[in-house]
């Protein structure tokens, strides 16, 4: 069997089965795979023991969910409690309701997998999640904030937080259309800082309206510049709920689209659906002033929040994005293919376009053609990159489509 591709073979394995034939099969087969260290144990206590004495976490757990002492869920539950970052394979001959269950109880839990292990399909799984997997070391630093306010005020200042863009694909002909842009901060001495962390901080010291509008006008310029290049895509941002509520910011997003000449049709504001529901009037008034000018609004990780269907009766919205949670492995889990599926067939009966996020796996691009879905975006197409890579990244999409698309119209 071939070793893993591409970025190396992954570090490290912890693989935890109180049956010692399964074990060892799961042994024999991350040998042959190429993982360098490989660790065991019997139960979810021995593994709790086991990661405490390791000098530094595995990269991957492969855990087994029916096992004396504690059992699977309470190893993954411990590990959460305790902010474990690890990703799991879950290894089990339990029925599918259980293992999608625990699969949806922790986003560590990366992949489900039947006992025996079958060495393509845990190839196969390692290989569709070895970004994640490889990155998993590094995870655990995340939670410490090594930046402060002063930086954040500066990085929005000199244009160091910058737009990279993720691209939009038609599902049904794979033209991309689109691109979402996403805030990125690579900072000279620490590094990549996550999203997840800046603009939280951007929220609380009062900078996300300095942010937001620093990321549409970088964003805008972008799109002025493809468009002189030939090149129409629309562009979607991410805005703040917090800016619903400031009066003057429909004016200034008018402003920076007139600066550089970009169309309100090419653009879609991205609301979080979680974030709108204490939306008040002045925040509703924001939006239908957007929509008058001509924006797309686009209702975000719908799914997520509590009052969907309110949000979708009060908000003159053009598009609904479904979130990344509803798509991925939708493929494979009962539960997830009918909520995705009527969410879908809810944007329809109110004339919205859709946007599935997350797509990974051809099996879910298919499930989303059968679906009626509009347009995708995920890692299957594109990761976000800098705007000047994107038409370069057309031309090889283009020669890609084809295969892409032939695939998707084999037989499952």
Request: proline share 6%; aromatic share 4%; net charge negative.
């Amino acid at each position: 069997m071939d070793s893993l591709p591409a970025a190396g073979p992954i570090a490290s394995v912890l693989i935890v089965d109180d049956s010692t034939v399964q074990r060892n099969h799961a042994v024999a087969l991350c040998r042959e795979l190429g993982i360098g260290r490989i660790d065991e144990a019997g139960d979810g206590e021995e593994a709790l023991a086991v990661l405490e004495r390791l000098p530094s976490p595995p990269a991957l757990m492969i855990v087994d969910l029916a096992m004396p002492r504690m059992d699977g869920i309470e190893l993954i539950e411990e590990l959460h409690r305790r902010g474990s970052t690890v990703p799991i394979v879950l290894a089990s001959s339990s029925g599918d309701a259980l293992m999608e269950t625990v699969q949806g109880m922790h986003n560590s839990v990366v992949v489900v997998l039947r006992k025996p292990l079958n060495p393509e399909s845990l190839r196969n799984a390692l290989i569709a999640h070895a970004p994640v997997l490889r990155s998993a070391p590094d995870r655990r630093q995340t939670g410490r904030l090594l930046f402060d306010s002063a930086m954040l005020v500066a990085a929005i200042a000199d244009g160091t937080i910058r737009p990279h863009f993720q691209p939009k694909v038609d599902i049904r002909t794979m033209h991309a259309h689109g691109v979402e842009a996403l805030a990125r901060w690579h900072h000279p001495t620490l590094g990549h800082i996550p999203p997840d962390q800046f603009i939280p901080m951007a929220e609380r010291e009062g900078l996300i309206g300095d942010l937001t509008l620093a990321i549409l006008g970088q964003s805008f310029a972008q799109c002025a510049a493809w468009n002189r290049a030939g090149v129409q895509l629309s562009v979607a941002v991410n805005l703040s709920p917090q800016l619903l509520v400031q009066s003057t910011i429909v004016r200034e997003i008018c402003a920076l689209a007139d600066q550089h000449g970009v169309r309100p049709s090419q653009v879609v504001l991205e609301l979080t659906e979680s974030s709108l529901v204490e939306s008040a009037s002045p925040a509703l008034s924001v939006l239908a002033r957007l929509r008058l000018k001509g924006f797309g609004l686009s209702i975000d990780d719908y799914g997520t929040g509590f009052s969907s269907m309110q949000q979708l009766a009060r908000i003159p919205f053009t598009e609904l994005k479904v979130d990344r949670s509803f798509v991925h492995g939708a493929h494979g889990r009962k539960g997830l293919r009918v909520i995705l599926k009527s969410a879908l067939d809810l944007a329809r009966h109110l004339g919205l376009a859709t946007v599935a996020e997350g797509i990974e796996l051809v099996e879910d691009l298919r499930l989303l053609q059968d679906f009626g879905c509009n347009t995708g975006q995920g890692w299957l197409f594109a990761r976000p990159m800098p705007g000047e890579d994107i038409p370069t990244w057309l031309k090889t999409h283009q020669e890609r489509s084809s295969a892409l698309q032939a695939s998707t119209e084999q037989a499952p």
